[in-house]
């Protein structure tokens, strides 16, 4: 797919003989408390490749909530650079506004934005801009669309119960709970939350058991403190990592034993090293292997 955004953004660089000596690149995944998104860091990757491809040096200011430590527009030193570039996302409001007066020294474009109000401050203050969209601009790929990017990681189910008050002083699901998913908060991995109970009028729940089979079925694992989570993930020859939240053992490790499924923790033993180690395993040729002779499919 031919990348008209980088291939016009090149151009406005370096109209008229001008060439920039440094170049801040931004967008709103760079405000404090603004937002990064899947696109927005794409379109950074792409403009930052092209930027590099080109010879031209620049920096990337980010979020300091979504990058802590590295370099942020509160850091970024006005005086460092002749040139801001604001990607992806609409040219809107005060924050895209404020850059105009903190970077008025340098020369300001934007690239692959959307323009909602061309009488915006946030869009007049820049001198050129490479829109994707807007009142006069022509449609124009998104630059996310052919942004490099890396192998796919494994997708994960995340299946976990928060009830089981029959359990008593053995429930141990708050604990258990806090430590998988503090755990996946640092994996290499797409998180998918999903649920056993069904419901008709919530989008977010499945309708059906075969449309929550057909949702397991899809992931490369799953990771679950649920006797279901882990019979429906094996009965589709998904992987799972069952983690039984109940003192003791309960109805988890029983059906464990029954299917004769080892990727079992137990409460007491429930930390990184152990959850680690099923990872490997589940995601494992040995591992998928051992979850397709468990397969109804």
């Known amino acids: 797919m031919h990348d008209e955004i980088t291939a016009a953004l090149l151009g406005a660089l370096r109209r008229s003989g001008w060439s920039p000596g440094r170049v801040l690149l931004t967008g709103w995944f760079s405000f404090r408390d603004g937002e990064a998104t899947a696109g927005d860091v794409l379109a950074e990757r792409q403009v930052s490749a092209a930027l590099t491809r080109a010879g031209i040096r620049h920096d990337t200011a980010w979020s300091p909530g979504f990058r802590p430590g590295a370099l942020s527009l509160e850091t970024a030193r006005p005086e460092v650079y002749d040139t801001l570039l604001f990607v992806c996302g609409p040219v809107h409001g005060p924050q895209v506004a404020a850059l105009h007066a903190r970077f008025g020294s340098c020369r300001r474009l934007a690239a692959g934005v959307s323009v909602v109000d061309p009488a915006d401050p946030a869009v007049t203050g820049f001198h050129e801009i490479v829109a994707r969209d807007g009142a006069a601009a022509p449609a124009r790929h998104d630059l996310a669309a052919t942004a490099p ?40 991995c797409a998180r998918m939350p999903a649920d056993t109970r069904l419901a008709c009028d919530d989008w977010r729940l499945c309708g059906t058991a075969e449309q929550f089979l057909a949702l397991v079925s899809r992931c490369d694992l799953v990771v679950t403190t649920r006797l279901h989570g ?19 053992g309960a109805k988890v490790t029983a059906q ?26 589940a995601l494992s040729e040995p591992g998928r292997t051992a979850a397709a002779r468990h397969s109804m499919g």
């Open 256 to 281: 464990a034993r029954a299917v004769g499924w080892p990727a079992l923790v137990n409460a007491a033993d429930l930390g990184e090293e152990a959850l680690d180690h099923w990872w490997r395993w």
């Open 230 to 248: 882990l019979v429906l993930a094996l009965r589709t020859g998904t992987p799972v990592i069952a983690v039984d939240p109940v003192a003791g």
């Open 149 to 188: 990017a890396g192998p796919l990681p494994p997708v994960a189910a995340v299946v976990l119960s928060h009830g089981q008050g029959e359990y008593g002083a053995r429930r141990r699901h708050e604990e258990a709970n806090a430590k998988i998913t503090g755990w996946l908060a640092g994996k290499d």
